[in-house]
Each structure stands twice: as structure tokens, then as C-alpha cells.
């Protein structure tokens, strides 16, 4: 076999595009902690301060450390519920919404198997989390498939039916008497609460959010599903001219996807708070939908973004008691970095350093 032969049967490596995938959104979050770093200063603060104030509160202990991989949890599954539709050609942002069902499902399944082994009432609170996460976003692929209503609006609408039904059952039908500041369900018994990891504090969410989320890398990248699934993603039009059952894959997507959240709402209940309020409503939802922009739609960056979008979000506190500023500055810094990210996926591809230089004759 001749040395052109050979070369011929090996692709090289695109080193360029490479680089492009890791500098851009690196870069574009660069620039997001200048913005934030402005708007710190002309909150009064100091930029370096409240930098090193974050480090700490986030990376700096392995208390501090603890914190943020709860948070993380379930990020890590909420971010799924973008990503996962996001390889069919779908923009969803219902995480929110699909959280909260997920949770409500959980603590009815929870209350309802009281009785049972512990194991028995966590796998049925799991299976009902899992499964009303499901078929709410499952009606976002209904109503795209059959009739033509766009993904985005939807979800983003259903967001707010599911907060309203939350308010009207935990203040109504679910409310527990004793609840009087905060209309609450009645809570789990502590028995059959979600434990937590030896020796830490951080529950058994994050050990179920990494898994779920190497299932889904593995799903996507190396199964014949997931080959179906990025082929529609790429051209639709092709793929129904190949025969592939477009309708069917929006569907088991969609039902995928919302499932992953509603898998961190059932954590939220079993693990956090153990009963429902307006707790369920902690925005992790929206901030899994930039989780997923920053990790370019791939569920294994989507675990070390949560990591460290997770620790941002544990220390909105310490802003707040060693900065003064108000403990909404974290989502100040979310909706910046989110503004870049969406900014950056402009330049994808138009950069001529990136762009792979033609071989000379």
C-alpha cells in the first residue's frame, strides 16, 4: 500500500476548529466577568474583592466546596432538558416548569407510599418525578409535531402553568395546617428522605446527575438512536426523505428531556426541602438553560459548567454580608453571561483565525 493510500484512509484531526470550540465560550466568559466586574464597580465594590469573594464562598473549603456540588445536582439534570432537544434542532427552555411537575409528582408519590420501605417510597417518588417531567415536556413535542406551535414559546409558557399550579395546590388542596408563613405540603418522613454521601453533606442528587448525564453523552454520541436523533438535528427535510420517524424521536426526546428535570425537582423534595412550596421555584430550571448554552449542548461539559456555575450561585450570601451588594448580583452575572454566550455563537465559524487554511498545490 503506497504512503497516499494510507493518507488517504486517515482524517487529521481539525486542530483549528478545536480551538475554536474551547475560545470562544472561554473567551465570551472572560468578558462576562468584565461586564460584571463594571457593574461591581459602580455598585460600589470592589471587582477584585467580590472575585476572590466568590472563590471562596464557591472552591475555597471544602465546606464552601460542599455547597456548591449541591447546587450543581441538579443543574447538572436541568441543563439535560435544553441539551437533549437541542441535538434534534429544538430550542426548550420549560426547565423550570418540568422541575416543579417533577417535583410535585414526587411528593404526591412520596405521601402516598408513606407506609413503605424507604427504598420502595424513593423509587416510586423517582419514577413519578421522572415521569410527570416527562409528559410535560412530552406536550412541547406534541404541540411542535402536530401542530406547528414553536418549542421555545410553549415551554416558556408552561413555565408559568406549572408555577401557578404549585401556588394553587400547595396553598389549597396539598396544604399541610401547620404550614403558616410558607404554604407548604405535608413533608416526607425523614426516613425517606434522599441521604447523603459518607462523610459530606452533599446528597445522593449529584451522584444521580453525573450518571444521567453520562447516559445521555453515551445515548447521543454512540447509540443508532442518537445517530437518528443529530441526523434530524442536521436536515430535517433529509431525514424524513430517509425515512426517519421525525415525529416519534421529537417525541421520545422531548419525553427524555423533560424527564431529566423532573428527576431534579423529585431531588429537590427528597433531598433539600422535603415537602413542596414555593422553594421548587429556585430558578435552577433557567439556569440549567444557560448551563447547557455555555457547554455547547454536550451533557459531560454540561457537569463541570454546573460545578462551576454552581458555586457562583452559593455565594450570593457573602456578596451580600461582605460587599453589600444584593443577593440577586449572582443572577445579574448569570443574564450577563448569558447575553455573551448567545452573542458568541454568532462567530462560530466566521473567524479567519479558526478557519482551516487550504492545502498549497
Known amino acids: 500500500m503506497t ?18 470550540i474551547v475560545a470562544i465560550p472561554v473567551t465570551a466568559l472572560l468578558f462576562s466577568l468584565l461586564l460584571f466586574g463594571g457593574f461591581c464597580a459602580a455598585a460600589g465594590a470592589n471587582p477584585l474583592g467580590v472575585y476572590a469573594s466568590i472563590y471562596q464562598a464557591a472552591f475555597g473549603s ?3 466546596f460542599q455547597n456548591t456540588l449541591i447546587r450543581a445536582a441538579p443543574l447538572m439534570l436541568s441543563s439535560l432538558c ?6 434534534l434542532g429544538l430550542v426548550i427552555i420549560g426547565n423550570e416548569g418540568a422541575i416543579v411537575i417533577g417535583g410535585l409528582g414526587a411528593i404526591v408519590a412520596g405521601l402516598a407510599l408513606n407506609s413503605a420501605p424507604p427504598i420502595i417510597v424513593q423509587l416510586g417518588m423517582a419514577i413519578a418525578g421522572i415521569i410527570a417531567g416527562g409528559l410535560w415536556i412530552g406536550l412541547v413535542g406534541a404541540l411542535r409535531y402536530y401542530r406547528g406551535v414553536n418549542e421555545t414559546i410553549s415551554s416558556l ?5 406549572a408555577i401557578a399550579l404549585l401556588n394553587h395546590l400547595v396553598g389549597g388542596p396539598m396544604r399541610d395546617p401547620t404550614s403558616l408563613n410558607k404554604p407548604s405540603s405535608f ?3 425523614e426516613v425517606n428522605m434522599l441521604g447523603t454521601l459518607p462523610g459530606t453533606r452533599v446528597h445522593y442528587g449529584l451522584v444521580f446527575g453525573l450518571i444521567v448525564c453520562a447516559i445521555a453523552y453515551f445515548l447521543i454520541q454512540r447509540t443508532t438512536f442518537g445517530f437518528a436523533v443529530r441526523t434530524v438535528g442536521g436536515n430535517v427535510r433529509a431525514a424524513k426523505m430517509a425515512g426517519l420517524p421525525v415525529g416519534k424521536l421529537t417525541l421520545i426526546i422531548c419525553f427524555l428531556a423533560g424527564a431529566c428535570a423532573g428527576l431534579a425537582g423529585m431531588i429537590e423534595v427528597a433531598a ?3 415537602k413542596a412550596n414555593e422553594s421548587l421555584n429556585s430558578n ?4 440549567g438553560i444557560l448551563v447547557a448554552f455555555i457547554a455547547r449542548q454536550n451533557p459531560l461539559a454540561a457537569v463541570l459548567i454546573s460545578i462551576l456555575l454552581g458555586g457562583i450561585l452559593a455565594s450570593g450570601g457573602i456578596l451580600q454580608r461582605s460587599h453589600n ?6 443572577l445579574v452575572f448569570q443574564g450577563l453571561v448569558f447575553l455573551v454566550i448567545l452573542f458568541s455563537e454568532s462567530l462560530y465559524g466566521k473567524l479567519p483565525f479558526f478557519k482551516e487554511r487550504e492545502a498549497r498545490s
Open 3 to 20: 504512503t497516499q493510500a494510507i493518507s488517504s484512509n486517515t482524517t487529521p484531526i481539525n486542530w483549528r476548529s478545536l480551538l475554536e
Open 62 to 64: 471544602w465546606f464552601s
Open 82 to 87: 435544553t441539551v437533549l432537544p437541542a441535538r
Open 157 to 161: 409558557l408552561l413555565n408559568y402553568i
Open 187 to 189: 413533608p416526607l418522613v
Open 272 to 274: 433539600v426541602h422535603g
Open 284 to 287: 435552577y430550571g433557567y439556569s
Open 325 to 330: 451588594l444584593p443577593d440577586a448580583t449572582v
